[in-house]
């Protein structure tokens, strides 16, 4: 079987990301800004809009979104930082 390259590409840099979300999650936990900080209009969700107060939540919006539907929840927010 012949695996594209750009395939291959995607697959290995989806496993790395992967792989740093712990390591992700422990940064995260050195910093104190707390969910209620970031959420700034106080509607129980961190938008990406809000998210770019935070610059490592910004960039990882991604990952911690584990439902894709363009908020990051309490929930969400929580399992990063356990």
Same mark, same amino acid.
């Given at each position: 079987?012949?695996?594209?390259? @750009?395939?291959? +590409?995607?697959?290995?840099? +989806? ?5 740093? !979300? ?10 104190? +800004? ?22 490592? !939540? ?7 979104? +584990? ?11 929580? @399992?990063?930082?356990?």
């Amino acid at each position: 079987m012949n695996i594209p390259f @750009r395939f291959k +590409t995607l697959i290995a840099i +989806t496993a790395v990301s992967f792989m740093a !979300l712990p390591a992700i999650a422990q940064q995260a936990q050195g910093d104190q +800004t707390g969910f209620s900080d970031l959420d700034a209009d106080g509607d129980g969700n961190i938008s990406l809009a809000e998210s770019k107060s935070h610059q490592w !939540l910004a960039e990882n919006f991604a990952a911690v979104d +584990t439902n894709k539907d363009g908020l990051i929840s309490k929930e969400e927010f929580t @399992r990063l930082i356990k």
